[in-house]
């Protein structure tokens, strides 16, 4: 997992975590030390940024969202700000407006639908005048979809239908998730007819023949963050969204417990399969990714898209990751992570 430090002896920039104490927050901050980025792990809580387990020389940083002097003064000397803190209908606004007033990039990985919608709706103008890129949902849930999809359509202008399936061997959240989920209660967005619209309610279950370990899967439509994404970049008439029910059963259980390091990189033992089918007329193709714990493959996610935006020479705006980066290549750069 990740790259080499530098080229030629010239240093990477330093990139901002906002939530770098949190549970996927850590993850994306190792990732990147691993790739010889500099790190600041900020946070609103001082004693847990300080008990936190991360990389030597990571810079730690205290910030409320509700002080803008103090996101610009932890933004001094960061080119790029990634957010980790959820819930991100309340975290995702002021820290965008902090990433453009400090003229660099913000990237997130929202699984809420509203948030990365409000990011489109609200800051494309901004982000286009201040020549920023915004790419919300760089994560698990939402990026990782929208990348599978536009893969698959490849050359195909467009789709009659595109469907993900995600099938996990089971679900113990973070406290993080869970707050989350209390918070984030909207009704859920698919694509129907070529535009979004509610799901149906109840929302339709089906059978899904994932490819072994896991097998024939109830799965009910379960829409995220790839549903927002994929509107804004590809024509696809049709979207369906499902997730194994299991895994929601271990979410929804008061009792399930977080999840507990399997080894010493702090992932989970949780394992992971996302398949794709998009379907022209009579034509379909497919994509897959799969790996261990939905929360640790987050960092290489955001890292790469990072690490990329920050290469890249180009407008400013809101966009999807399947606007922004070659797709293919993108998830050929991760296949020890989400190896198919």
Not at 26 to 47: K, N
Not at 194 to 222: M, S, T
């Amino acid at each position: 997992m990740g790259n080499p430090a530098s080229k030629a002896g010239v240093p990477r920039p330093t990139i901002a975590v906002y939530g770098g104490a949190g549970h996927t927050g850590r993850f994306v901050v190792r990732e990147l030390s691993q790739r010889g980025f500099p790190a600041i792990a900020i946070g609103r809580d001082a004693d847990r940024l300080a008990a936190a387990d991360l990389p030597s020389g990571v810079r730690r940083a205290v910030a409320g969202l509700d002080d803008p002097g103090a996101l610009d003064r932890t933004l001094r000397g960061a080119s790029a700000l990634i957010n980790c803190a959820g819930p991100f209908l309340d975290t995702a606004e002021p820290l965008i407006e902090a990433a453009l007033r400090a003229g660099v990039p913000y990237l997130d990985v929202t699984a809420e639908q509203a948030s990365a919608q409000a990011a489109f709706d609200r800051y494309g103008a901004a982000a286009e005048a201040a020549g920023v890129a915004i790419v919300p949902a760089m994560g698990f849930y939402g990026g990782l979809g929208d990348l599978l999809v536009t893969a698959a359509l490849g050359d195909w202008p467009r789709a009659d239908e595109a469907r993900i399936a995600i099938a996990l061997d089971s679900w113990k959240p973070t406290e993080g998730t869970r707050a989350t989920g209390r918070r984030n209660t909207a009704r859920r967005l698919t694509i129907s007819d070529g535009r979004l619209q509610p799901l149906a309610d109840p929302a339709p279950h089906a059978v899904w023949p994932f490819a072994a370990p896991f097998g024939d899967q109830d799965v009910v439509e379960l829409p995220f963050t790839e549903t927002i994404l994929i509107g804004r970049h590809l024509q696809v008439r049709e979207l369906r969204a499902y997730l194994a029910t299991a895994p929601l059963a271990d979410l929804r259980d008061p009792k399930t417990p977080p999840p507990a390091p399997a080894d010493t990189s702090g992932r989970s033992a949780q394992t992971f399969r996302v398949e794709v089918e998009v379907r022209q007329g009579g034509q379909i193709r497919r994509a897959a990714a799969q790996g261990r714990d939905i929360y640790a493959v987050t960092g290489p996610l955001v890292a790469e898209a990072a690490e990329r935006v920050l290469r890249r020479d180009g407008p400013g705006g809101v966009f999807a990751p399947g606007a922004l980066f070659d797709a293919r290549d993108f998830l050929a750069a991760l296949a020890p992570d989400l190896g198919a």
